[in-house]
């Protein structure tokens, strides 16, 4: 998909079910320079039974009194006159658009969209129809990973592959479904676990306060990072909290961005062409410690190793040692190869 890390901001359904901050949550995603900007492509009744209740980071999150997830999502649709406008609106701003679905009937209506490839969210890696029904368009898969073991990541890459995708075709992204997720629960070392054990792509689906842990999963290796964004942290709904806000999602680009460049080196280790220069400067060579005449020995009382470093380096101490002077030298001067007998 890309040479560099594929940023996707997260919008979710941090849009509150309104058009117009949608809008202007693309405005955002825009300005900070991610590559995506993701919603989310449902129909409640098709998502949710009626009784489900939410879960507890959504009850406390939203705060109302209303327990029934059904409800909750039901006020988040987005109508397909909504897709078209928002699709409209981020090619208008040169951000590409993205969505989720979340049964086959939304993968359908996805592909029509003409998305390039689909993301499957963790609470669908063990939906066997929909896992199918993804793999049976043949094109690219991004799979998000949370709550799940790694038996279950095996199981959905069989799906897939069964139906028709390779394993290049296929990025897996480490995860925690805790919103806020805590420290201590992030375990990032299990993105690389499942790069190891799968042979796919990896990346990272973030949803810790801040940008830090998503900065360091880029040093790990990940070429996917997806982070949920909003408006407002304050803003009621489900996500909101677990979420940056504008200018912490600028800067988190701009992190990502930087520690890309810090690892794009080829792993040699040598002196790289902005410090080169400084090498004389830092360094030190070897100097006359006191007046001496020519002729005279040169013992280890005589010399020091002073800044700078263009002169005999302090590495060939033991050889100069012992050598005799061919001029007069007097203390605190340079000393060179060609000063010597």
């Given amino acids: 998909m890309s ?39 449902f129909v409640a009744n098709r998502l949710v039974s009626k009784e489900a209740k939410k879960a507890q980071y959504q009850s406390v999150n939203i705060n109302d009194g209303d327990d ?56 669908e890696i063990t939906n066997y129809p929909y896992l199918k029904a993804i793999a049976l368009f043949g094109k690219p898969v991004i799979m998000s990973t949370g709550m799940c073991s790694e038996v279950e990541i095996m199981q959905a890459l069989d799906v897939l592959v069964k139906f028709g995708l390779s394993k290049t075709q296929i990025s897996i992204l480490h995860c925690n479904t805790e919103y806020p997720t805590p420290m201590q629960d992030v375990n990032l070392k299990a993105m690389q676990s499942i790069q190891k054990t799968f042979g796919v792509n990896v990346g990272y689906s973030d949803h810790t306060l801040g940008i830090e842990v998503a900065v360091a999963a880029v040093a790990l290796g990940a070429t996917i990072i997806e982070k949920h964004f909003t408006l407002d ?34 792993g040699e280790k040598k002196p790289s062409k902005s410090e080169t220069k400084n090498i004389a400067i830092a360094r030190k060579s070897i100097h006359i410690n006191k007046d001496l005449l020519k002729g005279a020995t040169i013992t280890s009382n005589d010399i020091i190793s002073l800044r700078p470093g263009d002169g005999i380096s302090p ?9 005799k002077l061919k001029t007069d030298k007097n203390e605190f001067d340079k000393l060179f190869f060609s000063d010597l007998l």
């Fill in 315 to 323: 590495m060939e101490w033991e050889n100069i040692v012992g050598k």
């Fill in 3 to 41: 040479n560099k890390v594929i940023i996707i901001a997260e919008a979710g359904v941090n849009h509150n079910g309104d058009i117009k901050k949608a809008k202007l949550l693309i405005d955002v995603a825009a300005d900070a320079g991610v590559d995506y900007v993701k919603f989310q492509s």
């Fill in 233 to 266: 942290r304050t803003l009621p709904g489900p996500d909101h909290v677990a979420s940056l806000e504008p200018t912490e999602l600028k800067e988190m680009v701009a992190a990502i961005r930087n520690v890309e460049l810090a690892m794009s080196g080829n």
């Fill in 68 to 123: 029934s997830q059904y409800n909750m999502l039901k006020k988040l649709e987005l109508s397909h006159e909504d897709h078209l406008e928002l699709m409209s609106y981020c090619a208008e701003k040169k951000i590409q658009f993205f969505s989720t679905a979340f049964d086959v009937e939304g993968v359908h209506y996805l592909n029509d969209l003409g998305l390039s490839f689909f993301k499957i969210p963790s609470g």
